[in-house]
């Protein structure tokens, strides 16, 4: 079962900018992040959000990218500007909640991915 979704990837040229958004099915979560994965590369960590708002960046990105959620509605968003060839890849939502009686334990959820691809 896919309790995250992402949308929003697409064709875009150098310069252009997308919305990524992220749906999830299941609530609670502590921090949602994005994660990008380019051919021959490492799934990398590209932005995280706290469940208050506080936000990181990969330095990659930083300044160009804009993490968001909305708990109300369960979706993560990530907002991409001035888009580079090298930001290509596939992108992944992430997040993490406690599931179980008592304290219970940590349980990761990862989307399928949605792909960006930055070409002329």
Not at 51 to 74: C, L, M, P, Q
Not at 91 to 114: F, S
Request: hydrophobic share 35%.
């Amino acid at each position: 079962q896919v309790h995250l979704v992402e949308s929003g990837g697409g064709l875009v040229q150098p310069g252009g900018s997308l919305r990524l958004s992220c749906a999830a099915s299941l609530q609670n979560f502590y921090a949602m992040n994005w994660h990008r994965r380019a051919p021959g590369n490492e799934r990398e960590l590209i932005a995280a959000i706290n469940s208050d708002g506080s936000t990181v960046y990969a330095e990659s990105v930083r300044g160009r990218f804009t993490i968001s959620r909305d708990n109300g509605k369960n979706l993560l968003y990530l907002q991409m500007n001035s888009l580079k060839a090298e930001d290509t890849a596939v992108y992944y939502c992430h997040g993490r909640r406690r599931e179980g009686k008592g304290w219970g334990t940590m349980v990761d959820y990862w989307g399928l991915g949605t792909q960006v691809t930055v070409s002329s």
